[in-house]
């Protein structure tokens, strides 16, 4: 069970390829888990709380005796996890050491559009860019990474991601593991792509949604380990990759809770004995454990819906992921509450004033590729608004938008299923269906920056399956962005 060789994924030889080919690379769980250290803050005078990160090039040796070139925040590989209060008022003082530009966006987060971190906030070798904002959203499990346009998918890749934990008092009562590290347990998923040196290559050339890479690890760990020492772990499942879509569960098959989705906890637990994530998305978990036992964290072949040839698109793909290895004496842990928080997820008969829709095709939505000068959609705040959203590809798409966590209210006119009944920022389209999504937009209006919405598969991105939306007062007009195209020089 501890020895798992990658799967290989085929990819058509296509003759512009120049990445050099795929190592096979044979993972022993033998290796501790890195967790993310919490990110230090201080607190100013008027009561922000104020993180550093530090975009740089780095090494880290995920193989043994081989360093691998690699970037990072504050390290050499992803990033310290940034941790705030519901109320609070943070700063984070972002520093580019890189040679080019990049961004830093705070993925799953309500905020004012010129803080969001998109392809307009560009910060430049040497600078540092500081946004501000006050955390107004339930707790939460949300990431940060760059989203410089063109260039997301390379910026993730290389290293540049971690994760930004909301807390605002429920965990305790809700009866759910907490103490990071221990028993609440930060697990970026992410798939690389190895060549015989030990570089870490991309090879977009052979496949529609991007680069599937044979080889998976945690946190930058492969073949990690957890020590467990209570009765349940929380772990905090993020998609981290670039177009991987996982099915993630254990090699007993037995279930666990799913008690947390991209904006926070569900309504109630859910037990399942697997979670389908898209590049992105979150899933918050309960895992019980027995003493002296161990159980792997894999992934099996995802569902992707209606994709021809799902084998080309990871389908078929099993991944161990992650060992939980149980002390032969675990602490008591509290009882998962029944009910995790409230209100109730909204129904149908919920009003809306206005329905947008979306199709996905290609590289466009609705027909059009990203332009940075161009306003896609104008929002109203405070008006909720649902967005009707479909890909015609028979290969995979998902959606995400900014600024707002949504629900999905129904899928081809059926009830959503219960994994999706709680707040989300990003859902996977499985193709030909009708995906209806509740969004409101509160706060926050301004007419120069926009957000973004988009495919977070990230090839797909970079190549333009993005859209802009303002959040306007009523009667406003949409402006020129200060920043206009700055940036928007990739593959011209
Ligand atoms: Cu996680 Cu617009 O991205
Ligand atoms: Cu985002
Ligand atoms: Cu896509």
Request: hydrophobic share 35%; aromatic share 6%; with cysteine.
């Amino acid at each position: 069970m501890s020895v798992a060789v990658a799967g290989l994924v085929a990819l058509g030889g296509v003759a512009c390829s120049t990445a050099p080919p795929e190592a096979e690379v044979e993972v022993t769980f033998e290796r501790p888990l890195a967790i993310p250290p919490l990110a230090d803050s201080r607190v100013e005078a008027d009561g922000t709380r104020v993180f550093r990160l530090t975009a740089d090039e780095g090494a880290t040796e995920f193989l043994d005796g081989t360093e691998t070139a690699t970037w990072g925040f504050n390290g050499s590989y992803l990033g310290p996890t940034l941790r705030a209060e519901r109320g609070e008022r943070v700063a984070v003082e972002v520093t580019n050491g890189l040679d080019e530009g990049t961004t830093v966006h705070w993925h799953g987060m309500h905020l004012p559009a010129a803080m969001d971190g998109g392809p307009h906030q560009m910060i430049e070798p040497g600078d540092t860019w500081r946004p501000h904002w006050t955390i107004d959203q339930p707790a939460a499990t949300l990431w940060y990474h760059p989203h410089p346009h063109g260039e997301t998918e390379e910026h993730v890749y290389r290293g540049l991601a971690g994760m930004f934990l909301l807390d605002d008092g429920t965990a305790a009562a809700a009866g759910l593991p907490h103490d990071y590290g221990v028993d609440d347990i930060p697990v970026i998923v992410q798939d690389k792509r190895f060549a015989e040196d030990g570089r870490l290559t991309l090879d977009d050339s052979g496949n529609e949604i991007g680069t599937l890479g044979g080889t998976v690890m945690a946190n930058g760990t492969l073949g990690a380990v957890h020590e467990v020492i209570t009765e349940r772990i929380r772990l905090r499942l993020l998609n981290g990759s670039t177009a991987r879509t996982y099915s993630f569960g254990f090699d007993d098959g037995r279930s666990f809770q799913l008690v947390g989705t991209d904006g926070g906890l569900l309504p109630t637990p859910v037990e399942t004995d697997h979670v389908r994530l898209s590049p992105g998305e979150r899933a918050e978990i309960i895992v019980a454990m027995e003493e002296g036992t161990e159980v792997m964290l894999r992934s099996t072949p995802p569902d992707l819906g209606a994709v021809v040839a799902p084998a080309a698109f990871g389908g078929d793909d099993a991944f161990d992921v992650l060992l939980l290895r149980a002390a032969d004496d675990l602490t008591a842990s509290p009882q998962v509450a029944a009910t995790l928080t409230d209100p109730p997820p909204p129904d149908e008969s919920d009003p809306s004033d206005v329905t947008r829709s979306f199709v996905l095709e290609g590289r466009s939505i609705n027909g059009k590729t990203m332009d940075m000068d161009r306003i896609d959609e104008v929002v109203t705040v405070d008006t909720a608004e649902v967005w009707e959203v479909r890909s015609r590809n028979p290969f995979p798409h998902n959606f995400h938008v900014h600024d707002v966590q949504f629900r999905v209210l129904s899928i081809d006119g059926e009830a959503s299923p219960p994994e999706l009944a709680g707040r989300k920022d990003t859902v996977y389209l499985e193709p030909q269906r009708t995906y209806r999504l509740l969004l409101t937009f509160e706060d926050y209006t301004d007419p120069r920056y926009p957000y973004m919405f988009h495919c977070h598969l990230l090839l797909h991105e970079d190549e333009g399956m993005m859209g802009q939306f303002v959040v306007l007062e009523p009667g406003q007009e949409p402006e020129q962005s200060p920043s206009g195209s700055s940036g928007h020089d990739h593959g011209d």
